[in-house]
């Protein structure tokens, strides 16, 4: 109920003009923002609509980024801080428990996270448990937090059912409020059926990641087409001949260097290891260092994102309504001076949002679908924006202070 009030709040600062003007007039909505934050979460009930949608000046949104954030990991901290001591996270009466242990000293921008994902699938608990011990003490990263979650089931697909999205999710953002994780710095990784859930989970959990590495896995019907902006390693034995995981690695391998139109876009390595079967005896361990060379770019001046079967409503500075949101369908979008361009769409209505690294939020924007400008005219920076952005990803390196909705012509 929460998020579908922002959303909506966030929606009113693009069409109700009058009511914003009139709230700057009277209020500094920074100072209202800080007022409500005071206030006991219990006893703080809805913050006032016209606050929400009035338009704020660049040093005031920076403003009231910090506050909100600041909240977030207190709220974080006094309601979810049992989540990491009893090792379980449970959403919908799903519930996966996890180990983790922390290596080497704090970066001053914070730890990195890897979550790393084990083998097995389809097989008895005992054998899954087995696998979930052996990935515990598999890699070692030099710095960060190292995760190995227990899939919370015993089947094939363990790593890319549709409850895994929102699992990690919430790990993420458990990690950044309470072992201060940098969220540029998260990175995926898996053997065997966790190396299926790389290639599955890695292309629509990208805008959450910096990079991710496939060890010995099989890709099923993945698409590599949202990896655009992480790193992505693919390490195979040459004798893994099981599903034909060396054979597909390598068709991977060229898939990718086909997109990859820049230096910038589609960073790989695929190792296909000489004379090794499934078992790689540790070669793969290479991976750690390489992932911990990426820092995401949380707002990437080009975006191609291609729906899974499992859908999502929002990625990088995208977003599309849920009744929309279908297997397949792509969008590829970019930014350059005060342009945003919206190459292709299959979805008829979507959401841009902007801040001021993307573009300059006191000029006039411009939004293209194909060669039709389709929009023209000032984003206002709100409170309702940076709010609703929060509070649907929980991730503070990817607030947004603008949005304009488009519709494809």
Same mark, same amino acid.
């Given at each position: 109920m929460r998020r579908t009030l922002l959303v909506t709040w966030c929606l009113a600062a693009l069409v109700v003009g009058e009511l914003a003007a009139e709230a700057e007039s009277a209020i500094d909505p920074v100072v209202a923002l800080r007022a409500y934050l005071a206030k006991p979460a219990a006893k703080r009930g809805a913050l006032d609509p016209a606050v929400l949608a009035a338009p704020l000046t660049r040093a005031q949104a920076d403003a009231a980024r910090q506050l909100l954030v600041a909240d977030w990991r207190k709220q974080v901290k006094a309601s979810r801080g049992h989540e990491l001591k009893q090792r379980a996270i449970t959403? %919908?009466?799903?519930?996966? +428990?996890?180990? =983790?242990k922390i290596y080497g000293k704090k970066p001053a921008g914070g730890r990195s996270l890897y979550i790393s994902m084990h083998?097995? /699938? !389809?097989?008895?608990?005992? $054998? &899954? #448990? @087995? @696998?979930?011990r052996n990935q515990q003490r598999l890699y +070692?990263?030099?710095?960060?937090?190292?995760?190995?979650? *227990?899939?919370?089931? #015993?089947?094939?697909n363990m790593w890319h059912e549709p409850h895994i999205d929102a699992l990690f999710g919430r790990l993420i953002a458990?990690?950044?409020?309470?072992?201060? $994780? %940098?969220? &540029?710095?998260? =990175?995926l990784l898996g053997y065997s059926a966790g190396g299926?859930? $790389?290639? @599955?989970?890695?292309? *629509?959990?990208?805008? +959450?990641?910096?990079?991710?590495?496939?060890?010995? /896995?099989?890709p099923n019907d993945a698409s590599p087409i949202g990896l655009r902006n992480i790193g992505f390693a693919i390490h195979v034995g040459e004798l893994d001949t099981p599903y034909q995981r &060396?054979?597909?690695?390598? *068709?991977? !391998?060229?898939?990718?260097a086909t997109l990859q139109t820049d230096p910038w876009s589609y960073r790989h390595v695929v190792e296909i290891h000489a004379g090794k079967g499934h078992w790689m005896d540790g070669q793969d361990a290479k991976a750690i260092p390489w992932l911990a060379g990426f820092t995401r770019t949380p707002r990437p001046a080009h975006v191609a994102w291609k729906q899974d079967d499992v859908t999502h409503t929002r990625f990088y500075w995208l977003a599309i309504p849920e009744q929309l949101a279908r297997a397949g369908s792509e969008i590829h979008a970019s =930014?350059? /001076?005060?342009?945003?361009?919206?190459? +292709?769409?299959?979805?008829?209505?979507? !959401?841009v949002r902007l801040d001021d690294d993307m573009v300059d939020l006191d000029r006039q924007v411009t939004v293209r679908v194909g060669d039709q400008v389709v929009f023209q005219g000032v984003v206002p920076r709100t409170i309702g924006g940076l709010m609703t952005t929060l509070s649907e990803r929980e991730d503070p390196a990817a607030m947004y202070a603008g949005q304009v909705v488009v519709r494809r012509p």
């Amino acid at each position: 109920m929460r998020r579908t009030l922002l959303v909506t709040w966030c929606l009113a600062a693009l069409v109700v003009g009058e009511l914003a003007a009139e709230a700057e007039s009277a209020i500094d909505p920074v100072v209202a923002l800080r007022a409500y934050l005071a206030k006991p979460a219990a006893k703080r009930g809805a913050l006032d609509p016209a606050v929400l949608a009035a338009p704020l000046t660049r040093a005031q949104a920076d403003a009231a980024r910090q506050l909100l954030v600041a909240d977030w990991r207190k709220q974080v901290k006094a309601s979810r801080g049992h989540e990491l001591k009893q090792r379980a996270i449970t959403i %919908d009466g799903t519930t996966m +428990r996890f180990f =983790y242990k922390i290596y080497g000293k704090k970066p001053a921008g914070g730890r990195s996270l890897y979550i790393s994902m084990h083998g097995g /699938g !389809s097989a008895p608990k005992e $054998v &899954n #448990d @087995q @696998q979930w011990r052996n990935q515990q003490r598999l890699y +070692r990263p030099a710095e960060g937090v190292y995760v190995a979650p *227990r899939a919370p089931t #015993d089947t094939w697909n363990m790593w890319h059912e549709p409850h895994i999205d929102a699992l990690f999710g919430r790990l993420i953002a458990d990690m950044i409020a309470l072992e201060d $994780v %940098d969220p &540029n710095k998260v =990175y995926l990784l898996g053997y065997s059926a966790g190396g299926d859930g $790389v290639y @599955q989970l890695a292309p *629509r959990m990208a805008d +959450r990641l910096a990079a991710a590495a496939m060890m010995a /896995g099989h890709p099923n019907d993945a698409s590599p087409i949202g990896l655009r902006n992480i790193g992505f390693a693919i390490h195979v034995g040459e004798l893994d001949t099981p599903y034909q995981r &060396n054979e597909v690695a390598a *068709r991977w !391998s060229k898939q990718l260097a086909t997109l990859q139109t820049d230096p910038w876009s589609y960073r790989h390595v695929v190792e296909i290891h000489a004379g090794k079967g499934h078992w790689m005896d540790g070669q793969d361990a290479k991976a750690i260092p390489w992932l911990a060379g990426f820092t995401r770019t949380p707002r990437p001046a080009h975006v191609a994102w291609k729906q899974d079967d499992v859908t999502h409503t929002r990625f990088y500075w995208l977003a599309i309504p849920e009744q929309l949101a279908r297997a397949g369908s792509e969008i590829h979008a970019s =930014y350059g /001076g005060q342009t945003i361009t919206i190459a +292709r769409t299959d979805v008829p209505v979507l !959401s841009v949002r902007l801040d001021d690294d993307m573009v300059d939020l006191d000029r006039q924007v411009t939004v293209r679908v194909g060669d039709q400008v389709v929009f023209q005219g000032v984003v206002p920076r709100t409170i309702g924006g940076l709010m609703t952005t929060l509070s649907e990803r929980e991730d503070p390196a990817a607030m947004y202070a603008g949005q304009v909705v488009v519709r494809r012509p």
